[in-house]
């Protein structure tokens, strides 16, 4: 009688910023799997690459999903949605866990920026239930509970970025990891004990947790909402324009009839004070004075 336990296959999506170390992470988690590593800006992984392993002594058959880099200075941020959705899209039953990789070094406004982007406009933020924090690069603090706390609580301190986002996705879903590899096999087999304990620890994680799967079709509805608020500001926006160049363009408004008749009262008014000036100018040139002056001396008369 066989002692293996029944396989439960289990979808992890990988994302985060480029250099972050994802494809390190997949590949130690599928041994055998190739995903490619970059440390420079732009990702290397364009289109996402997926790989499978099999844990039949825990249970478990993992499909792995390297997903293009977020912020990818090359390709910039549509082509990156573009990709993680069809990598989503690939994995026909949805994903269970997504791993957002960030780097054990401090959280930058552009890594929060890059993290903001992907639960607003790529996945949505039902996705957070399914979504873990994992710290790449945690070398000392992977499997040391009292320095993971402490660096908790600086993070929550004096990283408010980075606080934000442990809100977002749940401050008991943060996993630290040493992903650390080397090309000198005499390094690299004292790294891989450290690499082992990671394993362990996500393999734990995928096994004990079920959340109900992220599928494509929940990816899809979360994009068309962001994507109808967006046309919704931006026609809110072009009528509130219209509106501020609208009397420019119209000729001015119609006075009131109350209006009307103050114009007209007016009007009237100086009319008549311009005819009584003028009957007065012509007054006083009918009553002044003649003078008539005689050439043979004597003055002149008033007449």
């Known amino acids: 009688m066989s002692n293996l336990k029944p396989v439960h296959?289990?979808?992890?999506?990988?994302?985060?910023?480029?250099?972050?170390?994802?494809?390190?992470?997949?590949?130690?988690?599928?041994?055998?799997?190739?995903?490619?590593?970059?440390?420079?800006?732009?990702?290397?992984?364009?289109t996402?690459?997926?790989?499978?392993?099999?844990?039949?002594d825990r249970g478990l058959a993992l499909v792995m999903l390297d997903t293009m880099g977020?912020?990818?200075?090359?390709?910039?941020?549509?082509?990156?949605?573009?990709?993680i959705t069809e990598g989503v899209k690939s994995l026909a039953g949805g994903v269970d866990f997504v791993f957002l990789c960030i780097k054990k070094e401090r959280f930058t406004d552009e890594n929060h920026l890059a993290v903001m982007h992907l639960f607003q406009v790529i996945l949505g933020n039902q996705a957070l239930e399914n979504t873990w924090l994992v710290v790449t690069h945690a070398e000392d603090l992977a499997g040391d509970s009292q320095a993971q706390a402490q660096w908790l609580r600086d993070a929550r301190e004096n990283q408010q970025k980075?606080?934000?986002?442990?809100?977002?996705?749940?401050?008991?879903?943060?996993?630290?990891?040493?992903?650390?590899?080397?090309?000198?096999?005499?390094?690299?087999?004292?790294?891989?004990?450290?690499?082992?304990?990671?394993?362990?620890?996500?393999?734990?994680?995928?096994?004990?947790?079920?959340?109900?799967?992220?599928?494509?079709?929940r990816l899809e509805a979360a994009q068309k909402a962001h994507d109808d608020r967006m046309a919704a500001a931006e026609a809110q926006r072009k009528a509130e324009a219209a509106r501020v160049e609208l009397p420019s363009a119209l000729p001015p408004p119609r006075p009131s009839a109350e209006q009307a008749q103050i114009a007209r009262e007016k009007a009237?008014?100086?009319?008549?004070?311009?005819?009584?000036?003028?009957?007065?100018?012509?007054?006083?040139?009918?009553?002044?004075?003649?003078?008539?002056?005689?050439?043979?001396?004597?003055?002149?008369v008033l007449c």
């Open 9 to 46: 296959e289990v979808c992890i999506c990988l994302v985060g910023k480029t250099g972050v170390g994802k494809p390190m992470l997949g590949n130690f988690l599928c041994p055998g799997a190739n995903f490619r590593t970059s440390g420079g800006a732009a990702s290397i992984t364009f």
């Open 48 to 56: 996402a690459q997926q790989a499978r392993a099999a844990y039949p």
């Open 70 to 83: 977020l912020g990818d200075t090359v390709h910039g941020l549509e082509v990156v949605r573009q990709k």
């Open 162 to 217: 980075l606080s934000e986002v442990m809100r977002l996705v749940g401050a008991h879903k943060v996993l630290f990891v040493e992903n650390r590899a080397s090309a000198d096999p005499r390094l690299d087999a004292i790294y891989a004990e450290g690499r082992q304990s990671s394993r362990d620890l996500l393999l734990s994680v995928a096994k004990a947790n079920a959340p109900a799967r992220f599928d494509f079709k």
């Open 268 to 300: 009237r008014a100086e009319a008549e004070r311009q005819a009584a000036v003028k009957r007065q100018e012509e007054l006083v040139l009918r009553t002044r004075p003649i003078i008539v002056h005689h050439d043979n001396g004597g003055g002149c």
